[in-house]
């Protein structure tokens, strides 16, 4: 739905948060698609960051650069309400393949709805901030910050994901897994592989058996579990046997405990793997880990009678879903919203060259806007009503005042 369609709704100060936000659709839109024309990656999006953090301050919003020892991050805040809500922007791309996560669309939706929330903050009684936060696909920034401190004295965590068509807006009860990457390298001893092959202990053995083991460990876990490896590296040359290998490998599992045990029963495929072929095993963790996600059923509730007034599906959804994001971290600590925007025509999944070609598609933009437009109702409808502000308010983490929280 455009906005000029969108119906006035029935919240409080809604008709000014879609008004404000008409005002400001130019320039989201050309946010938007530039991010998509620039794509960065993880750790790396200074055009990106900056380019949001440019136009936060066009709209009145004090803005804080390379928070949390984090050059790329920031945070943007207006309204002096003591109720602090918190909206997430994404930015970062994947290798290869640009934004075929949609993060433009990410950062459009919260940028837009920070940008509407701060022209009615103080009548709301919130602080409204947009809190910038790289390295989603791959690094773990949420969780790099949360450690830091830079989600100290939030109160509500929300931001929007896109998707294809087709899924229910209602985001009550769906979830994402939680997610571990690691690195696996065996090391043996190089020789000759025709002169002198008895000589050697062979890497890449190591790593045909590791991955064999992994397969056939395919068939005994749950249907849910996710097992993902890729052979870094076992050798440059045939005729030299490797003595390096390294698999890189993540797991999932919709629950900590479930995912420490499958991270128990992969790393005893490489421990095994190591003990056949004779080499030696380094097993090293590359990323925090991303938590389980929950979806706050206050928040959920409000964005789905959002959603609902732009004539969306509400139907209950199947329940939890896959992948996995960092805002599975914050959720884990703060009331937050992480639902789904689908995408008009949109038959592709995410992470493929066809949704990235399809995230800077005018259904795509359109979708944005109602993300913005429903986060920000959200935002408002929990900060009129009293009982849901009483909770939100309960929920305040205490204030950490480790010298880790820090900006550079």
């Not at 969108?6 to 879609?18: E, K, Q, Y």
């Not at 998509?36 to 990106?48: D, G, I, M, V």
């Not at 996995?324 to 971290?329: A, I, L, P, R, V």
């Not at 992480?338 to 008009?344: A, K, L, R, V, Y």
Request: charged share 20%.
């Amino acid at each position: 739905m455009r906005l000029q369609d969108m119906p006035a709704p029935d919240v409080a100060h809604g008709t000014d948060i879609i008004e404000a936000l008409r005002r400001w659709e130019d320039r989201v839109l050309v946010l938007a698609r530039g991010l998509h024309a620039a794509p960065e990656l993880a750790f790396e999006e200074h055009r990106s960051a900056d380019a949001i953090c440019t136009l936060l301050e066009s709209g009145g919003l004090t803005v804080e650069r390379g928070i949390a020892d984090l050059p790329t991050a920031f945070r943007a805040a207006a309204g002096t309400g003591d109720l602090v809500i918190a909206l997430c922007v994404e930015y970062d791309a994947l290798p290869g393949i640009g934004h075929a996560c949609g993060h433009n669309l990410i950062a459009g939706a919260s940028v837009g709805a920070a940008l509407a929330l701060a022209e009615v903050a103080d009548r709301l009684g919130i602080t409204v901030q947009a809190i910038g936060t790289p390295a989603e696909e791959h690094g773990g920034g949420k969780s790099l910050m949360l450690e830091r401190g830079a989600f100290e004295g939030v109160h509500a965590a929300m931001m929007a994901h896109p998707v294809q068509e087709g899924l229910s807006a209602n985001p009550a009860g769906t979830s994402a897994q939680a997610v571990g990457r690691y690195r696996a390298t065996f090391r043996g001893k190089a020789a000759h592989a025709a002169a002198a092959p008895h000589a050697a202990v062979n890497a890449a053995d190591a790593a045909v058996i590791a991955q064999v083991a992994v397969g056939l460990l395919r068939q005994q876990i749950p249907d849910d579990h996710r097992i993902g490896l890729f052979v870094r590296e076992a050798g440059h040359v045939t005729n030299i046997i490797p003595d390096t290998a390294i698999v890189e490998f993540e797991c999932r599992a919709f629950t900590m405990p479930e995912y420490d045990t499958l991270v128990t029963r992969v790393t005893r495929c490489f421990e095994g793997a190591a003990l056949a072929s004779g080499t030696d095993l380094e097993l090293e963790e590359t990323e925090p880990v991303y938590e389980p996600l929950i979806q706050d059923e206050t928040l959920a509730a409000h964005w789905t009678t959002a959603m609902g007034g732009f004539g969306h599906d509400t139907a209950p959804s199947r329940g939890v879903s896959g992948g996995s994001t960092d805002m599975g971290n914050i959720s884990q600590v703060i009331p937050s919203l992480h639902p789904w925007m689908s995408i008009p025509g949109a038959s592709v999944p995410i992470h493929t060259r066809e949704f990235a070609a399809v995230a800077d598609t005018p259904g795509a933009y359109e979708a944005m806007f109602e993300a913005a437009a429903a986060l920000a109702l959200t935002a408002a409808a929990v900060a009129a009503d009293p009982e849901d502000r009483r909770r939100l308010l309960a929920s305040s983490r205490p204030s950490d005042p480790s010298p880790e929280e820090s900006t550079s």
